[in-house]
């Protein structure tokens, strides 16, 4: 039996990852690593129910700690989900970002190297592109253009990644997806706090003109994809993850609330994030070409299930919001 350790195992792609790598193959055991930070939830995977299944509570950027579970365990492959995600969260703070994108992903690949493992997964985001113009496509060749610390955090990882592999032909892989949404995103995006403010009747923030344009992925598509990289993906590569969904952001608010049948008074337009990317959109036909990759499910069909799941499970969301997240929104909005 193979050994796969997952780090950031408790946010929103690493759960889902988790879950579908659970249920789709059954000879793989699991070690799930997070620090548990406010974006995480223990209560996203039962334990009980899991079987060939490791929790451990560190931080990637604890050498020490890390370097534990790979003493303790034979590790054949690593994905690494855990990161600092939220770009509001990086202009406000941008150190723990670099401490956790960046020293974190480097801890990995030295113990990873040192303990000789089979693949080495780095998830990204098509992000670290920069922004595109009205038309275009971001290829796995498009240069790394980033505009924020969160994406600079990001570059910065891969490239760390790549170099292992050019210099100590370490087997590593990439990912790059487009805007995930889905079961346990964290209420802070835009299409769960969309979705939370419309059923509280409260206001929706929209930065700028609300134009700004965004490919989505549905993230049961996106895990399925991770997978085909890891199990089939060429060593050195970088594979694009999108799910043929463009939309302005005002737009998708908008399809929200028809669906909810709420009021388009809710959007409450605020100021622009400071360099806000305008438009991104994937050209993921490597991944389909090699790899046999399509996204399942179109925009509308993601959108049903993902307002379903956030209905049945109110309370999850309900005890999120009491907390930390209310706080800081409140406080990033007094500061614009």
Request: aromatic share 12%.
């Amino acid at each position: 039996m193979k050994t796969c350790l997952i780090t950031g195992g408790l946010g929103f792609i690493g759960t889902n990852f988790i879950k579908y790598l659970a249920s789709h193959r059954k000879d793989i055991a699991i070690i799930n690593a997070d620090s548990i930070t406010y974006a995480a939830n223990p209560c996203n995977i039962d334990e009980k129910t899991m079987v060939n299944y490791k929790f451990y509570k560190i931080d990637i950027a604890n050498n020490d700690e890390l370097a534990e579970i790979f003493k303790k365990n034979k590790i054949d492959y690593v994905v690494n989900f855990a990161a600092e995600s939220h770009v509001d969260r990086s202009i406000l703070n941008p150190s723990v970002f670099v401490k956790t994108n960046i020293e974190g992903t480097l801890n990995l690949l030295k113990l990873s190297l040192e303990h000789k493992i089979e693949k080495f997964l780095q998830i990204s985001t098509d992000e670290v592109y920069g922004s595109l113009g009205k038309d275009g496509l971001f290829t796995e060749m498009t240069p790394l253009s980033p505009r924020s610390p969160y994406s600079a955090s990001k570059a910065s990882a891969d490239m760390l990644v790549m170099s292992f592999f050019h210099t100590y032909d370490m087997p590593v892989l990439i990912t790059r997806c487009s805007n995930n949404y889905g079961q346990y995103q964290f209420p802070e995006k835009l299409i769960p706090l969309t979705i939370i403010n419309a059923l509280t009747g409260k206001d929706i923030p929209l930065y700028g003109d609300g134009k700004n344009i965004r490919d989505w992925i549905y993230v049961d598509d996106h895990v399925r994809g991770v997978l085909d990289v890891l199990e089939k993906g060429r060593f050195g590569e970088i594979y694009n993850i999108g799910g043929r969904s463009e939309m302005q952001n005002i737009g998708i608010i908008s399809l929200i609330l028809k669906k909810l049948n709420k009021p388009l008074s809710l959007i409450k337009y605020v100021k622009d994030r400071a360099g806000h990317d305008r438009r991104y959109a994937m050209d993921f036909s490597k991944i389909t070409e090699e790899l046999g990759f399509k996204p399942q499910l179109n925009l509308n069909e993601g959108l049903d299930l993902t307002i379903s799941w956030y209905f049945e499970n109110e309370d999850w969301w309900k005890k999120i919001i009491s907390g930390d997240y209310r706080h800081y929104y409140k406080t990033m909005y007094e500061m614009r």
